[in-house]
């Protein structure tokens, strides 16, 4: 292995991230201009139906009262994605999925988390103008998207994107390009801009010709275990870019924003000691901000 002082740190991280992680239901983040009166908004429906790791009643908990408090109507999708299932839906958000034989296992093999019909319904109904946020953390996520992303020419690494400068977070600045400029990140009215978003050891994805990068890993190397979290000294890895946490593209008549980690959109408490994981934590002050304005993008017509 190219550094073996990067499986030292992440003893460290595993020991807080693979904890028990519950919703911090106390978190509130301030929005004096929603973007809707509250209920008037579009249906966001969250995905609950394939085994996700985040769900509107657990641990993206947050995710949906930040979107509530904006005017968005939030639904617990708990059904197969069909034509009919998705019809009501505007902005659809899938969180982790997982198929049912990685829900107690996370090694390899990961299937996907859809079948193929399935992912053709999606792929059409974005085609005719929906709303897909997809969002795959480190491995098995990755794995478990990689046959939907890829329906949309994106690629994720069903691995874990680790930072060279052994950090067990992210930062992504507009300073040094790492947060890209684009109306995300300027906002779409004044005091909507965002300079600094954090992510948590996630995934790593490459982006087809077309779409807009947000989010570029700098500094990173993606290890591929066969066990989440079971590094040796063989297991294998990649590097090189350019490769991404976050980006955006319009497809057909809709637009989609592909994600490689998820407690950056959730505020939860992890471990014996509950620490702060998420929106939450301190130095992700913006993140929720950065939530309001991927979804006002996916939003706009």
Same mark, same amino acid.
């Given at each position: 292995?190219?550094?073996?002082?990067?499986?030292?740190?992440?003893?460290?991280?595993?020991? *807080?991230?693979?904890?028990?992680?519950? /919703?911090?239901?106390?978190?509130?983040? %301030?929005? %004096?201009?929603?973007?809707?009166?509250?209920?008037? &908004?579009?249906?966001?429906?969250? @995905?609950?139906?394939?085994?996700?790791?985040?769900?509107?009643?657990?641990?993206?908990?947050?995710?949906?009262?930040?979107?509530?408090? @904006?005017?968005?109507?939030?639904?617990?999708?708990?059904?197969?994605?069909?034509?009919?299932?998705?019809?009501?839906?505007? !902005?659809?958000?899938?969180?982790?999925?997982?198929?049912?034989?990685?829900?107690?296992?996370?090694?390899?093999?990961?299937?996907?988390?859809?079948?193929?019909?399935?992912?053709?319904?999606?792929?059409?109904?974005?085609?005719?103008?929906?709303?897909?946020?997809? !969002? /795959?953390?480190? =491995?098995?996520?990755?794995?478990?998207?990689?046959?939907?992303?890829?329906?949309?020419?994106?690629?994720?690494?069903?691995?874990?994107? =680790? @930072? @060279?400068?052994?950090?067990?977070?992210?930062?992504?600045?507009?300073?040094? &390009?790492?947060?890209?400029?684009?109306?995300?990140?300027?906002?779409?009215?004044? &005091?909507?801009?965002?300079?600094?978003? +954090?992510?948590?050891?996630?995934?790593?994805?490459?982006?087809?010709?077309?779409?807009? %990068?947000?989010?570029?890993?700098?500094?990173?190397?993606?290890?591929?275990?066969? *066990?989440?979290?079971?590094?040796?000294?063989?297991?294998?890895?990649?590097?090189?870019?350019?490769?991404?946490?976050? /980006? +955006?593209?319009?497809?057909?008549?809709?637009?989609?924003?592909?994600? &490689?980690?998820?407690?950056?959109?959730?505020?939860?408490?992890?471990?014996?000691?509950?620490?702060?994981?998420?929106?939450?934590?301190?130095?992700?002050?913006?993140?929720?901000?950065?939530?309001?304005? !991927?979804?006002?993008?996916?939003?706009?017509?």
């Amino acid at each position: 292995m190219k550094n073996t002082l990067l499986f030292s740190m992440l003893s460290l991280i595993c020991t *807080v991230v693979t904890g028990q992680q519950v /919703a911090d239901s106390s978190f509130s983040s %301030p929005n %004096p201009r929603p973007r809707y009166a509250l209920t008037a &908004g579009p249906v966001v429906t969250i @995905d609950a139906a394939h085994g996700n790791f985040h769900t509107l009643d657990g641990r993206y908990y947050a995710f949906g009262k930040v979107l509530q408090e @904006d005017g968005y109507v939030l639904h617990s999708g708990n059904g197969r994605f069909t034509p009919e299932t998705l019809k009501e839906t505007k !902005i659809l958000v899938i969180s982790n999925p997982l198929h049912p034989s990685n829900l107690d296992s996370w090694e390899l093999p990961t299937p996907s988390a859809f079948s193929a019909d399935e992912i053709e319904a999606v792929k059409a109904w974005v085609s005719e103008g929906g709303r897909l946020f997809l !969002i /795959a953390d480190h =491995m098995p996520f990755a794995g478990a998207a990689h046959d939907l992303a890829k329906a949309f020419g994106f690629e994720y690494i069903n691995g874990f994107a =680790m @930072d @060279d400068r052994h950090r067990s977070s992210e930062r992504f600045f507009r300073g040094n &390009g790492s947060l890209r400029a684009h109306s995300i990140t300027q906002g779409l009215l004044a &005091g909507e801009s965002v300079d600094t978003v +954090v992510s948590f050891t996630g995934s790593a994805f490459r982006i087809p010709s077309g779409a807009e %990068p947000i989010m570029e890993l700098q500094h990173y190397t993606v290890l591929c275990p066969k *066990v989440a979290w079971e590094f040796e000294e063989d297991t294998p890895w990649e590097t090189g870019g350019p490769l991404y946490q976050g /980006a +955006v593209m319009e497809f057909g008549k809709g637009r989609l924003a592909m994600f &490689g980690e998820a407690a950056m959109f959730s505020a939860q408490l992890a471990g014996p000691r509950r620490q702060p994981a998420g929106m939450n934590t301190p130095e992700a002050k913006e993140n929720s901000q950065f939530l309001r304005n !991927i979804v006002h993008w996916l939003d706009q017509e």
